[in-house]
């Protein structure tokens, strides 16, 4: 074969990894209903995305109070790991000490489903849920608000450094999106207006 130029095709090997399922189906989603909670504290939710710097990338990690869509907690680092997505959680947890049974929602990355990052959940008596396979909209709050932070803050925005993110990022959630950006699914209130309204 190789002294005629020959190359054997061959499919590519995938060993599936029953522990992974297994692991996933102890968890499950507790929020296939999708209904709104009652109340805050009930059920949060996270999600992280990158965000681009030159040609580095930056990882911003955030979660949300479902019922009102304020985003309680967030973090923005380098790396894409557990450490990072347990900075906001951390963040979240300080904020607003939620009661024992809220519920986590978020999708099926490493940096949610990690033992380590299981534990801290467990520590502060938090149920996980996770998304359905393939199913992205089962997390559909994160990825619109990643969505809208990123059309209306980041894009055609020259950002230098990672300071600079940092500092822009924390105005636009600290100043504008809980206090300001009106919602059509609460009313046409801000998170922070929606909560005040509804205590």
């Known amino acids: 074969m190789r002294k005629n130029g020959l190359k054997a095709r061959v499919n590519r090997v995938y060993v599936k990894n029953p522990k992974v399922h297994r692991f996933f189906k102890r968890i499950g989603n507790l929020r ?9 504290n009930q059920v949060w939710a996270g999600d992280l995305t990158y965000i681009k710097i030159g040609k580095r990338f930056q990882y911003l990690a955030a979660v949300m109070d479902v ?7 967030w973090s ?4 894409k790991n557990v450490k990072l997505t347990e900075r906001a959680l951390m963040h979240a947890i ?12 978020s999708d099926r990355g490493i940096e949610y489903c990690a033992y380590k990052y299981h534990d801290t959940l467990n520590r502060h008596e938090i149920l996980p849920s996770v998304n359905r396979p393939g199913c992205c909209q089962d997390n559909a ?10 059309g209306e803050l980041i894009r055609n925005r020259d950002i230098k450094t990672a300071c600079e993110l940092k ?7 600290t100043h504008f999106y809980n206090k300001k950006r009106l919602h059509s699914a609460l009313n046409y209130c801000s998170p922070l207006e929606f909560e005040q309204l509804v205590r």
């Open 32 to 40: 296939l209903d999708q209904d709104r909670p009652e109340s805050i």
């Open 67 to 73: 019922h009102s869509r304020r985003l309680i907690g």
């Open 76 to 79: 923005i680092g380098s790396r």
């Open 94 to 105: 300080r904020k607003r000490h939620p009661p024992k049974g809220l519920i986590f929602h």
């Open 141 to 150: 709050h994160m990825e619109s608000f990643f969505h809208t932070l990123k």
């Open 167 to 173: 500092y822009l990022v924390k105005g636009y959630i």
